[in-house]
């Protein structure tokens, strides 16, 4: 019996490759003869009315089109399927582009579900009307490729089309022998009852937003952003249909009305949003209680609506925003905001973005606003996970995460955990309000620092000798209009190595001018100093110490106003 099961076993393992293999053969066989004569003469036609001078279309020869660059087909039925002549995507060259026009031989292309135009330059020529003949397309890119005329009402007959995107597509638009300053008042879109994405920004089209777009109901995205849409706001947004709507940008644009009525118009009609942005508008008024209600929004900017004396958001932050526990981005910048930054802030656990300034805010922000934002202005290496960056500064935007903070300053002490950051390399507390106490001793502990910025801090007291321990150091500011006083001992500073930059503007040096030469002079990769506005009034204008320094081999030597 038991060779009777060994016997099997090795019979079918081999029976089953070989079906295996036989099927790999076949399906081998089918994708070497699957291109579609009519679709592959049709490829041709098109490729012949297109300029082509990067010879992006350079895989485009014999028989088999299924394996040409761009192309997609069923393996089944051998019908071409996806169309990719963006020229992002097909040529190697990032300045490369097709141009020419398109033949009208695309409409062969029966089962077509998936064209995309983009990033090409077709000169200014309209859209092509037989476009609207690809009923089976699903997807259909033709931004950044530089049409021109009206927004085809043939492309209202694709009703299966799931993503549209012509954004930053039309370099004029024309409607009839008239400029166009206003998208249709009729869409030819409202037959597109399946469209999910809609991005139309980057457009000329000087208008209001027509309600047809808000009957769209199965859009999930749609972008306006920057296409010189004028008029309220409010209106439009009160005929909201869009209930499946994740995200909605309507930045820099015109949009004028009032800020409560607009996001109570958004609340009642979706709570999906997870992207809002209205941004670089001309709003009013202030923030809701409802702005609350948004529990799944991870992105909210309300920024820049300031443009004049008449316009920006004012009032309080509600305390209902700490309702907005997915929020990763929350950009309030440049309004008439005013009052109290709220504590609920420190709700935001998701926070890594803060942009406040620009306003009128009162009192001062404390531990208590960031004791969970535990991802806020911290950048950490990819690789290791330690720390590398923490900023508090108020107008510092950083690479990877970002904290900006308001006109108001961080107040208080900063807390010895600092030193627990031992592998932190950027540190930067300037334009706060530390009310006069010293610099902290644990700074000097962060060993792995070659970025640190106390200017502007209002920290007083001596410079503590402890930040000659940071020997990595290649910049340091301790510039402050409060007038922090240098020792007499400064042999920490010629600790400083590998220090490239030193700001000193307004630091009293009075009791050590000599020894900050000294200190200097022994710094090797110093290429920058500035002593502006320090107290040197016992130093004549002829001092060796300054025709020294003036002389030496830094790369910027500032010393204006030294008395």
């Known amino acids: 019996m038991a060779s009777t099961k060994i016997i099997s076993v090795h019979i079918v393992i081999p029976l089953f490759f070989l079906f295996a293999s036989t099927q790999c053969e076949v399906k081998s066989l089918n994708v070497s003869t699957l291109c579609i004569k009519e679709e592959r003469m049709a490829l041709l036609n098109v490729k012949k009315d297109l300029n082509d001078p990067y010879n992006c279309l350079s895989s485009w020869v014999g028989k088999d089109c299924c394996r040409w660059i761009g192309i997609e087909c069923d393996y089944q039925t051998g019908y071409i399927l996806k169309l990719d002549l963006g020229s992002a995507n097909i040529c190697t060259d990032a300045l490369s582009f097709i141009s020419g026009k398109i033949n009208p031989s695309l409409v062969n292309l029966k089962h077509l579900s998936h064209l995309d135009l ?294 208080g002490e900063i807390n010895p955990s600092f030193a627990d950051l031992t592998h932190l390399s950027h540190l930067d507390l300037s334009f706060n309000d530390f009310e006069g106490i010293p610099i902290p001793e644990h700074i000097g502990s962060l060993k792995m620092l070659n970025y640190l910025d106390l200017s502007n801090a209002n920290f007083t007291g001596i410079v503590p000798n402890h930040l000659g321990n940071l020997s990595n150091l290649r910049y340091l500011d301790i510039s402050d209009q409060f007038s922090p006083i240098m020792g007499r001992d400064l042999s920490w500073l010629s600790a400083l190595s590998s220090l490239h930059y030193l700001g000193m503007d307004f630091v009293n040096i009075t009791n050590s001018p000599h020894e900050l030469f000294r200190a200097v002079n022994k710094m090797s990769s110093l290429l920058e100093l500035h002593l502006s506005s320090c107290n040197l009034a016992s130093l004549p204008p002829s001092s060796p110490f300054l025709n020294r320094l003036k002389c030496s081999s830094l790369n910027l030597v500032s010393l204006s106003s030294l008395n």
């Open 118 to 411: 983009s990033f090409n330059d077709f000169k200014g020529v309209p859209i092509p009307e037989f476009i609207g003949s690809l009923n089976m397309l699903n997807y259909l890119d033709l931004s950044n490729a530089n049409f021109t005329g009206m927004v085809l009402p043939h492309l209202g007959n694709l009703s299966n089309l799931h993503y549209l995107d012509i954004s930053n597509s039309f370099s004029s638009l024309w409607s009839c022998t008239c400029p166009l300053v206003a998208l249709p008042s009729s869409s030819p879109f409202l037959n597109m009852t399946s469209l999910s994405v809609l991005d139309l920004s980057g457009n000329p089209f000087h208008s209001s937003i027509p309600s047809w777009i808000f009957n769209m109901s199965s859009l999930i995205e749609l972008d306006l952003c920057n296409s010189s849409l004028i008029g309220q706001a409010l209106p439009m947004l009160s005929r909201w249909n869009l209930y499946k709507l994740q995200q909605l940008d309507l930045s820099y644009n015109y949009l004028t009305g009032d800020t409560t009525e607009t996001i109570e118009a958004l609340s009642c009609g979706n709570q999906s949003l997870k992207f809002l942005n209205l941004g670089s508008n001309q709003l009013t008024g202030k923030l809701p209680h409802s702005l609350g209600q948004f529990n799944s929004l991870f992105f909210l900017d309300l920024s820049n609506n300031s443009v004049n004396s008449h316009s920006g958001i004012s009032g309080h932050i509600p305390t209902s925003i700490g309702n907005l526990s997915n929020l990763n981005h929350l950009s309030l910048e440049n309004n008439m905001m005013t009052g109290i930054i709220p504590e609920c802030i420190s709700q935001l656990t998701n926070l890594y973005y803060l942009k406040l300034l620009e306003n009128y805010w009162e009192g001062i922000m404390t531990n208590i606003h960031f004791n969970n934002l535990t991802n806020l202005g911290i950048e950490c290496d990819n690789q290791t996970g330690h720390v590398l960056k923490f900023e508090l500064k108020p107008y510092l935007i950083c690479t990877r995460t970002t904290t900006i903070l308001s006109q108001s300053a961080f107040g």
